[in-house]
């Protein structure tokens, strides 16, 4: 705490890509992913500083929809904390999920209160995009996976086809993984 206000964390999109830009393969496959899981420090910092996840109904429906469990669960299985999914359709209860619906930037604070000054830690591309688009994100964190995957869905599409500037905070390795991480220029 500073003074009388609590410390906010930030908004960090952390993804897993392919070398030709895709974070899932066709029809969503997410199994690749797990061929490259291997002990990584930028991982388990991302995992160390989220103290909620704000993901997008897709992803949401292919965690549910995965046949490996290790796909159902936050990375991996390895974080535990608020989840919340924006979506614009109802669901069924999910005590492991909170629904909303509405602005991105509500969507957004109502997870960075719930992650207690931790970071908010954004799953999907969609909506990913949301917050780029409205100034939301921080910082993003890519993994860059030694994988050509020729189709999926991309890392990022613009709506508008503005572009946005980054500033490379670092680049790593861990294994076989590239570590990228970015700041969103201001």
């Known amino acids: 705490m500073e003074g009388n206000r609590v410390k906010s964390g930030k908004v960090v999109w952390s993804v897993t890509m392919s070398l ?3 974070i899932a393969g066709a029809d969503n496959n997410m199994e690749w992913v797990f061929q490259y899981a291997e002990p990584n420090p930028l991982v388990d910092e991302v995992i160390r500083t989220t103290g909620a996840i704000l993901a997008g109904r897709n992803s949401y429906e292919v965690g549910q929809r995965a046949q490996r469990p290790e796909l159902r669960e936050a990375f991996g299985g390895g974080w535990h904390g608020p989840q919340f999914v924006l979506t614009h359709t ?3 209860e999910d005590p492991a999920n909170i ?3 509405g602005d991105i930037r509500q ?3 109502t997870a960075l209160e719930a992650a207690g000054g931790k970071n908010v830690n954004v799953i999907g591309a969609d909506v990913a995009r949301q917050c780029l688009e409205a100034g939301l994100i921080d910082e993003i ?3 860059l996976a030694p994988l050509l ?3 999926g869905v991309r890392l990022f599409s613009a709506s508008n086809g503005a572009p946005i500037k980054l500033e490379t ?3 790593t390795q861990s294994g076989q993984v590239g570590n990228l991480r970015y700041r969103v220029a201001r």
Request: avoid cysteine; hydrophobic fraction near 65%; glycine fraction near 10%.
């Open 107 to 109: 969507a957004v604070a």
């Open 141 to 143: 964190v890519v993994f």
């Open 169 to 171: 905070i670092s680049v």
């Open 149 to 151: 995957l020729g189709e």
């Open 90 to 92: 109802a669901h069924a």
């Open 20 to 22: 030709d830009g895709f």
């Open 99 to 101: 629904f909303l619906s």
